[in-house]
């Protein structure tokens, strides 16, 4: 398997985080995790509302990475019990998460020397903001 760049992983993690907040995730973050961990180089991290909003979220993101750069994530976690759904796409993992697991898991925390990208709508354009 060819090794994915790193400018495409970026550009893939930005453009799940764009199609999330479009979906209406809540508190959409992308972590750079490339420099502290060896299995991939971004997290994008997501709020879900409710189950149903997981469901959601996982269609729309699967379709269009797949329209736009022709992959399909390498697995896909918890898609039964629609707590914690996890996207894998090799360089980038995509997290969907209820608030109550997210609060509980607090991958942010875990992951704290990560770098973070913001990823939120404003004035109806998607904007991310470095943390």
Request: aromatic share 10%; hydrophobic share 40%; net charge positive.
């Amino acid at each position: 398997m060819k090794k994915i760049s790193k400018i495409f992983s970026l550009n893939l993690s930005k453009k799940v985080g764009k199609l999330a907040v479009e979906k209406k995730a809540e508190n959409v973050i992308i972590l750079n995790i490339s420099k502290i961990s060896s299995f991939c180089d971004y997290f994008v991290i997501m709020t879900a509302k409710a189950t149903t909003h997981i469901d959601a979220l996982l269609e729309y993101i699967i379709q269009e990475i797949k329209k736009l750069y022709g992959i399909r994530p390498t697995s896909i976690e918890g898609e039964e019990a629609k707590q914690w759904v996890l996207l894998d796409y090799g360089s980038v993992i995509v997290h969907i998460m209820t608030e109550e697991t997210r609060d509980f898991y607090k991958l942010e925390n875990i992951w704290y020397k990560a770098k973070k990208i913001k990823v939120e709508e404003k004035r109806g354009k998607i904007v991310y903001v470095k943390k």
